[in-house]
């Protein structure tokens, strides 16, 4: 028996090491030509499958999966849009038609439907392989916001239940492998804030919103989403209730430069000469060397009135 055991153990130890050795195998051949041609190059498919046969929960083969049909799903397209800023980016070109009117042009993605949804299904195999590694979470937000342009009503609802997740969790996440750092999910939920902002439609603007109260609650020392409210305010033109926000955030951070500049920018479209006041005060206080220098003229012109 004892002899029977030895050859199991001997045999499962040789598969162990083949497997691995075969993966990778297949991650260098797989990084050489994704380096050559593209995640999505000839090739690439051929590759993962065979790698997926060898080990199908290798993470690297679930991402090479993952990358190649979202970047196979994907075409390029210059569209046309008389703002001057499309998705946070900026134009390509710029026209007058045939009235003087500036129209703008951009470069945005298309997305075939079907293959976006294998790459939704390709990183949802991800994440139930690898439960744990917070990038894989992070891929298919991405994704998310991707497809959905103006309206990120999917990427919201994922953020959310994964910030609900994160407040459960009893293990640290994981990140490209190693382990997430203290803080490292909160700043990046302040990444996904500021994109939600960048992409600058009603709709991306309410997600904004609506993820930044979410982290606030949750994250009450956090001044930087106690500032996104604010900052939803000021862009909806409510002053007032903008500066009930960056108060707050000046009262246990008198230095924070976001709540002193958008402060100032907030009492100025409401000619509140007082209030205009007090943020360069407060600026000239707290400020940059620059700031301070600039804040204190504007400060001695309006004594001066």
Not at 25 to 30: E, M
């Amino acid at each position: 028996m004892k002899r029977i055991l030895t050859a199991v153990f001997a045999l499962l130890a040789y598969i162990t090491v083949f497997a691995q050795t075969d993966s990778e195998r297949y991650a260098q051949r797989y990084d050489l030509l994704v380096s050559k041609l593209g995640p999505a190059g000839l090739g690439v498919e051929t590759i993962l499958n065979n790698w997926e046969k060898a080990d199908s929960t290798d993470a690297r083969m679930l991402l090479g999966k993952f990358s190649y049909l979202f970047t196979k799903a994907q075409t390029s397209e210059v569209v046309s849009r008389s703002s001057k800023r499309y998705l946070g980016m900026e134009p390509i070109l710029s026209l007058k038609d045939s009235l003087g009117n500036d129209i703008y042009y951009y470069q945005e993605n298309i997305f075939d439907d079907e293959l976006y949804g294998q790459a939704i299904k390709a990183a949802d195999k991800a994440i139930q392989y690898w439960p744990d590694r917070l990038d894989f979470r992070f891929m298919k937000a991405n994704a998310y916001i991707a497809y959905e342009k103006e309206s990120p009503d999917m990427a919201l609802a994922y953020l959310q239940d994964l910030i609900s997740e994160n407040m459960s969790r009893q293990r640290p996440w994981e990140y490209d492998g190693t382990e997430a750092g203290k803080g490292f999910f909160e700043e990046a939920m302040q990444e996904y804030c500021f994109s939600f902002y960048s992409i600058g439609s009603p709709a991306s603007y309410e997600a904004f919103l609506a993820l930044s109260q979410q982290l606030s609650k949750l994250y009450p020392d956090n001044m930087g989403f106690v500032n996104n409210i604010g900052s939803y305010h000021l862009i909806r033109q409510e002053y007032k209730t903008a500066l009930k926000y960056y108060d707050k955030v000046l009262k246990k951070q008198p230095d924070d430069y976001t709540a002193m500049q958008n402060g100032l920018l907030a009492s100025r479209k409401m000619k509140n000469l007082k209030l205009e006041k007090k943020y360069l005060a407060l600026i000239v206080k707290y400020g940059s060397d620059k700031d301070k220098l600039l804040a204190q003229g504007r400060l001695d012109a309006l004594n001066r009135k």
